[in-house]
C-alpha cells in the first residue's frame, strides 16, 4: 500500500526565513497532494493542494512543488511569521476516486521571533 | 454554517466499557473517515465510507467499528475499549468531485 514519509520531524526557523517541507510517496498511481496545517488544539485544515497534471502551486507565501519522477513533493512557506508555527501534514491519494489518503507523520514548525 | 461535528468532544472511560463517537456533516458530502492521531505517527485511517450502507478498512481498523445508515452520519463504534485506544479522533468529509476533506474539531478519548 502507499507510504508517505515527511521530513523533518520537527523545523526551527527565524521569524522572516523560509522553510520547506519534504514528502516521499510510495504509490506512483497517486495524483492528489494535499497539505494540512495543524494548531495547537485544533482540527487539520488544508492550507494547499496540488495534482498530478501540475509541477508547482502558488498561494501568496506558500507554494508546493510535485516531482511525479521522483514521487516527492514539497511544501514551501516564505517570509515565515510566527502565526505559521503549527504541526504540517502532507498527504498523498489512493484508491480509484482519490478521496483516501495517507498522511505523513507531521513536521513541528517553530517560528522564532 | 458547513461544518463537520463530533460528540464528544472529550471523553474519559474504562476498560471494556462500550462507547459511541457520533460524527454528523451538512454538506451532503459522499466520503467520510475516521483517522487517529498520535504523537509521531501522524493522521491513521480507522474505517471510511464511499456512500451510504458502504464503508471499508483502513489501516488501523482493529477494535473499531462503524455505520453509515444516513448519508450525513458516520458514528465509530469501541465495542470493547482498551488503553491502546487512548487517543485524539478526526472524523472527516469530502465530496467526490473535490478531494479537500473537511475536519471534525475532534474527540480526545482516555481509556484507563
Known amino acids: 500500500g502507499e507510504n508517505v514519509e515527511q521530513h523533518p520531524s520537527t523545523l526551527s526557523v527565524q521569524e522572516g526565513d523560509s522553510a520547506v517541507i519534504k514528502c516521499t510517496y510510495s504509490?506512483?498511481?497517486?495524483?492528489?497532494f494535499p497539505w494540512y496545517k495543524q494548531e495547537l488544539g485544533k482540527r487539520p485544515q488544508l492550507i494547499i493542494d496540488i495534482r498530478s497534471n501540475v509541477g508547482e502551486k502558488k498561494d501568496q507565501r506558500i507554494a508546493v512543488t510535485l516531482n511525479k519522477t521522483a514521487k516527492h513533493f514539497s511544501l514551501h512557506i516564505t517570509e515565515t511569521q510566527p502565526e505559521d508555527s503549527a504541526v504540517y501534514f502532507c498527504a498523498a491519494s489512493i484508491g480509484e476516486y482519490g478521496n483516501k489518503l495517507v498522511f505523513g507523520a507531521g513536521t513541528i514548525l517553530r517560528v522564532k521571533s | 454554517e458547513a461544518q463537520v461535528t463530533q460528540n464528544p468532544r472529550y471523553l474519559i472511560t474504562v476498560t471494556g466499557k462500550k462507547l459511541t463517537v457520533t460524527c454528523s456533516q451538512n454538506m451532503n458530502h459522499e466520503y467520510m473517515s475516521w483517522y487517529r492521531q498520535d504523537p509521531g505517527l501522524g493522521l491513521r485511517q480507522i474505517y471510511y465510507s464511499m456512500n451510504v450502507e458502504v464503508t471499508d478498512k483502513g489501516d488501523v481498523p482493529e477494535g473499531y467499528k462503524v455505520s453509515r445508515k444516513e448519508k450525513r452520519n458516520f458514528p465509530l463504534i469501541l465495542e470493547s475499549p482498551s488503553p491502546n485506544q487512548t487517543s485524539l479522533y478526526f472524523c472527516a468529509s469530502s465530496s467526490w468531485d473535490s478531494s479537500e476533506q473537511y475536519f471534525g474539531p475532534g474527540t480526545r478519548l482516555t481509556v484507563t
Open positions: 504509490d506512483s498511481a497517486s495524483n492528489y
